[in-house]
């Protein structure tokens, strides 16, 4: 098939699903072409069959906010045509199923479908804002398919935005081989020289992580054991979470490495994955620890008891309860005997439920049932 991809190319879980959809898509013999205003975080030195297509968005003087969504619409339709496009698949609503609604209305009598697929923010926070929501609504049900990345998120979806449309649920995954216990022991070294358990969050920083938790959780560990915090990414809460630490006198024990590549390097060698987030509809990053094998504690929101099962491969708390979290934290960081046996139990669950191997081929079908539909459907109105 050739399929063209859209995603926001910056560091988020939207766009790492789309773009490690692509590169799994085109190493089983698609050709995928994205298309975004920026090559995607994840996508350096990939295959001869993908192609990255920049969305130009022109200024003038009178436009205050350029009009992206424009841009981008004619960019899909221009791409479809060229590359001859069996479909397009959009990942996060806001604003690109708008624009890939646009463009399949510019693709003529050959009707170029396209699918969207809900990450989460698209309908949990930016969706339900007054000024999006009939929009985003509106180009939801006009969508040739539609995924969900949980069940959570499915029945948010139809919920809040009263959807009467089906919605399938394809999880997020991980490639079960590139992320595993092989981690880089290097790193391990330099964080913790004197093997010290080391704690992990890997996020955009954006408020609804809650990174300044994440710092207060470890402050409360650090009053009992020794330890080290990793934190990956960045974001608008990087500057308050850096404050907290330096108030608390944590900087020799923390560490901010920005944003990174191969995050599976460094996620392999952590004891714990914290991830206290106000509202996730999967949790991403949770399931790339687990899959190296790493226990994750995790506020019991939206998809998340969806990934990790409370007990068994980590341990659940109410949002903005830092003392609960610590205390699970202190448990499976002083007991590395039950904190190694619930990093198997990570790992054996997220290759039972979400490796790419079994993933990728329902995202070929669903791209197969939408194809055939189309198809029918044209053969009607001849
Ligand atoms: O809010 C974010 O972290 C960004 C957002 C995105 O689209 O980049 O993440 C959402 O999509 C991820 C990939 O499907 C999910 O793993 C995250 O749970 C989801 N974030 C939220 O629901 C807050």
């Known amino acids: 098939m050739k399929i063209g991809i859209t995603c926001y ?37 990939s295959s001869e069959r993908i192609w990255f297509h920049e969305v130009e968005v022109a200024t003038y003087p009178l436009f205050d906010h350029p009009p992206y969504t424009l841009a981008l619409a004619t960019k899909m339709s221009e791409v479809a045509e060229e590359a001859s496009l069996d479909l397009l698949h959009v990942h996060y609503a806001i604003p690109h199923s708008v624009s890939a609604l646009l ?101 955009n920083f954006r408020p609804v992580k809650r990174i300044t938790d994440v710092v207060e959780i470890f402050a409360l560990v650090r009053e009992k054991i020794p330890a080290k915090l990793v934190m990956i990414g960045d974001g608008p809460d990087r500057g308050a979470a850096e404050y907290i630490v330096r108030k608390k006198k944590l900087s020799k024990d923390v560490f901010f490495l920005g944003k990174q590549l191969h995050v599976q390097d460094k996620l392999a060698v952590a004891d714990l994955f914290v991830l206290p987030s106000d509202e996730e509809s999967f949790g991403l990053a949770a399931l790339e620890a687990m899959a190296c094998e790493v226990p994750v504690i995790a506020s019991n929101v939206g998809g998340i008891p969806e990934v990790i099962k409370h007990g068994v491969d980590g341990y659940l708390f109410e949002p903005r309860d830092v003392h609960t979290a610590a205390k699970y934290a202190l448990e499976i960081l002083t007991r590395p005997d039950r904190g190694r046996m619930m990093g198997e139990m990570a790992r054996a669950n997220a290759r039972k439920k979400y490796c790419s191997n079994d993933i990728i081929p329902m995202y070929e079908a669903y791209y197969e049932k939408v194809l055939n539909s189309t198809r029918a459907a044209a053969s009607v109105g001849k």
């Open 9 to 45: 190319p910056t560091y988020g879980g939207s766009g790492v699903v789309a773009t490690e959809l692509g590169i799994e898509l085109a190493a089983r013999g698609h050709e995928i072409h994205f298309i975004s205003y920026a090559m995607p975080m994840r996508l350096s030195g």
């Open 103 to 203: 463009a399949r209305m510019m693709s003529g009598p050959k009707r170029l479908p396209f699918i969207t697929t809900l990450h989460g923010t698209d309908i949990t926070l930016v969706g339900a804002d007054r000024s999006y929501l009939p929009i985003t609504r509106f180009s939801i049900e006009q969508s040739d398919g539609v995924t969900a990345i949980s069940n959570y998120l499915r029945e948010r979806t139809i919920r809040e935005f009263e959807v009467k449309r089906p919605i399938e649920v394809i999880p997020n995954f991980v490639n079960c081989d590139l992320y595993s216990r092989n981690g880089d022991t290097n790193n391990r070294a330099k964080w913790a020289p004197n093997g010290e358990p080391i704690l992990m969050h890997l996020s």
